[in-house]
């Protein structure tokens, strides 16, 4: 995976599922019918406001609640390249990775960071914000399968021949 | 050195007994069960991913719940979806409203005591009430599930919980599994199985149970288990022994964390706005006004929550200007709750008795509210907005403070 | 010149010796209920006057039905409006007890009222010989403000019914034939009267029936004389037994329609008008998703009890929502203590709170596109349960039970 920079949203501890895409908004029938109400409880004016290959920084619990699938999908949906948070929720944490969606735990960053600043990440190596780096971990290998081939649904395709 | 219950179950699943926290293994799932909201998106998964056939009917189980009755003009989509991809495959296993997902699987003993269970629902975790290693994946998953019917997974380490002595009068496991949220933070049990113990937790109805299990997610839990006993065995329909997943407790496995707690210490308390960590004594919050209050949900729906709601209710009236929604689990308890004249009780004090399924709780249809109003509610997440509006105040408590609360229109334990 | 049951009604309520169709009178109300469809628009309205000022609040009386319990922060918000309004002002409020109709006919309505009502089967009040009507947001304001309003006295078509039901009709196949027979305008602006001695046939619940529906003809109101089985209703629910007006030996009425009852067969109202009636026996086997046993129109316990006779020991077949709303919390109560509830639970119905429910298709069991129900829901109108492309034929309680057990319309 290649090194990418973009523009940071900053949000706060446990921003749950929730909050990600409301239960109301679910059965439309597509994703991007429901982009448009990503994080519409706390902060509805975000969807206009992010763009292709911004990134979420977030504190603990990131994704916490229900096992909603259309959380990471809206998320990726609109344009952000990689959730970066103190911690995520194990559902979510899953959904990501299955829909290719990249997460990075990281505790230190949130003290620093401001909204609209950019921020680049070396995936598996460091996040750089304003001339220092910040270490970050790297995934187990069955996960970083599923994330190479572009999500599960990928994966099996390959699994069945069709790819 | 022992075994945890975690450890112990999935030992059984992939036959080796070696296995411990930390490892990743894949299991072969007992039974699966995919809810309403996500049964188009598995569906069409399963079909993008190259699958054709379900790798084992029996296995899977369909139920609608969320939406039941539809309030929205798409909702029913989900409906047909739903029949079509069973009719495609030859799912029997279906309920379309017979109430909540995670009450019918372990009452109608879909999910029983050893079992590997996963479902398209957070609160899946349920089901370690009977003893079962249950819980919630995205639809994705799921729909790799259907076509290879295995799942990989990181065996979780263990909280132990010990929780010993006689609760007081008034005090429910509702307000147990509150507490040691509050306790553990939402975020304290990421990844990890809780494990209940003690003679509290022997004392307790399988309800009960299921009451605690369901919550166990609110503290990021992968699995909340207790072990099974006469009452499970009973309740879920097999011997009680190894050899049927009835694991017994050695109490001594590798736990990352050990909690005591003495049952006389628990007091009434509820969750505050907006967080299910926020816990606070209902003592002190007494005088707060509310608008509304919910009793149902997979959290406490079920029969003995009614009972003890009905107990108090029985004879007086809901306040004035205050609503109070009762929502069975499902259809059998809520035959049950006719019969023991407990609807009878609702209907005389003013309650607004609606069908079986997740009504309230999962904030679509069943008693939204708006700016400025609180609600008590027996369920499981006061987050933000998911009652309405995000200026909607939702304080989540046990169906006694609940029932008190509605009678004086005021929180009160 | 002699006076039908609607212009004595009108004359009363004017305070006048006399009153004819075709004059306008200032009329005095009797009662003026509103629900929650509508209330927030009149406090709004209300809000801009100059002077605020409620002429007799004991005539309000305002009941949440619609979207109970709250489907949406929007209904919230417009109930918490209502709610709040209602209690600083000390108007009568219920909330969850049931349909506004079956609550105004149960708890107040009395013989030759007059009452408006912001709900068009307010004209459901005629068979306890009182005149209701539907009225709009502004005339409610009008008359919540000074207690009065005007009314244009309308013409009476008069049906005189004879014999009685037979063949597995009911009340509601009664009524919806009539309607197919003079149209979904045949009654516009006019009254509705029913009398005859086949009245002593109908049951109080056949006569709320008849009365509630007359609106789909563009009736102003239904209306029936008091008589015995009135009174009995009226004593047992805990009022006055008195007298109703009698229409006089030579009122004038617009026509006069002989209706022998033995010649009525179970029939549905068709896709998208409630005077597209054809017998059931056309349209069987029309497949549908949804069966709808409640509402103003049948939503009491004897529409429970018919219904529970023909669905025990059966089964909803599978894929069929089959919802069943009682009436009111006092239906709801009897059908407790009947073993009614439990019959339809036992069968696989959806049980759900006292409300409109989805005759209001706005939020519980809506249908979705290209979705059929059968419904003993009042309107059939396209789009009316949900979906804009959705197909909903109105049947009596007996043919809705049927058909959910079936999967597609069928006669009882």
């Known amino acids: ?163 | 050195m022992g075994a945890t219950l975690i450890e112990k179950i999935i030992r059984r699943n992939v036959h080796d007994d070696s296995v411990k926290a930390g490892d990743i293994v894949f299991v072969k799932p007992d039974r699966v069960m995919i809810h309403d909201i996500f049964i188009p998106f598995v569906a069409d998964k399963f079909h993008e991913m190259g699958f054709k056939k379900v790798w084992d009917t029996d296995k899977v189980v369909i139920i609608y719940d969320h939406m039941v009755p539809a309030s929205q003009v798409d909702d029913t989509r989900h409906f047909r979806r739903g029949d079509e991809f069973a009719k495609e495959q030859g799912i029997e296993h279906i309920h379309r409203a017979d109430g909540i997902c995670h009450q019918l699987m372990p009452e109608l003993r879909y999910a029983t005591p050893g079992d590997i269970v996963f479902g398209t629902d957070s609160h899946t975790v349920t089901y370690g009430g009977v003893g079962a290693f249950s819980t919630g994946i995205g639809y994705t998953e799921m729909a790799g599930i259907l076509g290879t019917g295995e799942l990989w997974i990181k065996v979780p380490e263990t909280i132990r919980i010990n929780i010993n002595g006689k609760l007081r009068d008034g005090v429910t496991s509702k307000d147990i599994i509150l507490r040691i949220i509050g306790d553990l933070t939402a975020a304290g049990a990421t990844y990890k199985a809780m494990e209940f113990a003690g003679d509290t937790v022997k004392e307790m109805s399988v309800a009960s149970r299921l009451t605690m299990a369901n919550m166990t997610i609110e503290a990021g839990a992968k699995c909340g288990l207790f072990y099974p006993d006469e009452k499970t065995a009973e309740f879920s329909g097999v011997p009680l022994d190894e050899e049927h997943g009835c694991f017994t407790d050695d109490n001594d496995g590798d736990y990352a964390m050990v909690l005591d707690y003495k049952a006389e210490d628990f007091v009434p308390v509820a969750a505050c706005p907006s967080q299910v960590d926020k816990i606070r004594p209902v003592s002190e919050l007494k005088d707060i006004v509310i608008d509304q209050v919910f009793i149902g949900s997979c959290t406490n729906g079920r029969l003995e929550d009614l009972r003890a709601a009905a107990e108090i209710l029985k004879g007086k009236k809901v306040a004035p200007y205050v609503k109070l929604i009762v929502t069975p689990a499902s259809r059998s308890v809520y035959l049950d709750a006719v019969h023991e004249g407990i609807m009878k009780i609702f209907n005389e004090a003013g309650a607004i008795i609606m069908n079986p399924g997740c009504g309230l709780c999962c904030g679509r249809s069943g008693g939204i509210l708006t700016d400025g109003e609180t609600v008590v509610a027996t369920n499981n997440r006061n987050f933000l907005g998911r009652m309405g509006t995000s200026k909607v105040n939702i304080y989540l408590a046990s169906p006694v403070t609940a029932a008190k609360s509605a009678v004086a229109g005021k929180i009160t334990a | 010149m002699g006076m039908t049951i609607a212009e004595k009604i009108i004359a009363r309520a004017a305070g006048v010796e006399e009153a004819h169709a075709g004059n306008i009178y200032v009329v005095e109300l009797d009662h003026l209920m509103s629900n929650d469809g509508t209330t927030h628009l009149t406090i709004d309205m209300y809000n801009k006057l100059k002077n605020k000022k409620i002429y007799d609040k004991n005539k309000l009386i305002w009941i949440m039905d619609h979207n109970v319990p709250c489907d949406s922060p929007k209904t919230a918000a417009s109930q918490k409006k209502m709610r709040d309004f209602a209690r600083e002002n000390g108007i009568t409020l219920h909330e969850g007890d049931g349909i506004c109709h079956e609550i105004m006919i149960e708890k107040y309505i009395n013989p030759k009222e007059l009452i408006f009502g912001a709900d068009s089967h307010t004209c459901s009040y005629g068979e306890l010989g009182a005149f209701g009507t539907g009225v709009g947001c502004t005339d409610y304001l009008y008359a919540m403000v000074t207690g009065k309003s005007w009314v244009l006295a309308p013409e009476t078509l008069r049906f005189n019914l004879t014999g009685e039901l037979k063949n597995g009709a009911t009340a509601r196949d009664l009524i919806l034939t009539i309607i197919g027979m003079i149209g979904a305008n045949g009654a516009n602006y006019k009254a509705m009267e029913f009398v005859g001695p086949g009245m002593k046939n109908l049951t109080m619940s056949d006569r709320i029936c008849i009365c509630n529906l007359c609106v789909e003809a563009g009736a102003k109101t239904g209306l029936m004389e008091v008589d015995d089985i009135a009174k009995a209703y009226l004593r047992e629910h805990g009022r006055e037994a008195v007298d109703g007006f009698v229409s006089d030996p030579d009122a004038k009425f617009e026509k006069v329609y002989d209706i022998d009852m033995g010649d009525i067969v179970p029939v549905v109202a068709k896709p998208h008008f409630v005077d597209n009636i054809s017998p059931v026996e056309e349209v069987k086997d029309v497949e549908i998703n949804e069966a709808f046993l409640g509402s103003c129109n049948n939503g009491r316990i004897e529409d429970l009890r018919l219904g529970a006779s023909i669905i025990k020991g059966k089964k909803v077949a599978p894929g069929v929502r089959f919802l069943v709303s009682p009436a009111s919390r006092d239906v709801y109560a009897q059908a407790l203590e009947e073993g009614i509830i439990d019959i339809f639970m036992e069968a696989g119905a959806i049980v759900v709170n006292s409300n409109c429910s989805v005759c209001w298709g706005s939020c519980q069991g809506v249908i979705g596109e290209g979705e059929t129900l059968i419904s003993t829901g009042t309107r059939n109108f396209k789009g009316r349960a949900g979906d804009k492309n959705s197909f909903v034929y109105l049947g009596s309680a007996a043919t809705v039970t049927a058909s959910a057990i079936a999967g597609k319309i069928t006669r009882a």
């Not at chain 1, 749950?16 to 597509?30: F, G, R």
């Open chain 1, 1 to 163: 995976m290649a090194t990418f920079t973009g523009k940071v949203f900053v949000l706060g501890d446990d921003i749950d599922t929730d909050i990600i895409i409301p239960t109301e908004y679910l059965a439309l029938k597509t994703i991007d019918d429901m982009r448009q109400y990503g994080f519409y409880p706390l902060r509805p004016e975000l969807p206009s406001l992010i763009s292709k290959g911004d990134i979420i920084v977030a504190g603990n619990n990131f994704g916490c609640g229900s096992s909603r699938e259309q959380a990471p999908e809206v998320i990726k949906a609109l344009g952000v390249s990689c959730v970066i948070a103190k911690s995520f929720a194990r559902i979510f944490y899953r959904n990501s990775i299955n829909n290719g969606l990249l997460l990075i735990e990281n505790s230190d960053i949130q003290d620093v960071v401001k909204e609209g600043d950019e921020l680049t990440v070396i995936p598996g190596q460091e996040i750089r914000y304003k001339g220092v780096s910040y270490k970050i971990g790297s995934l187990p290998d069955n996960l970083m399968d599923i994330l190479n081939d572009g999500g599960l649904v990928n994966a099996m395709k390959k699994r069945n021949g069709l790819i």
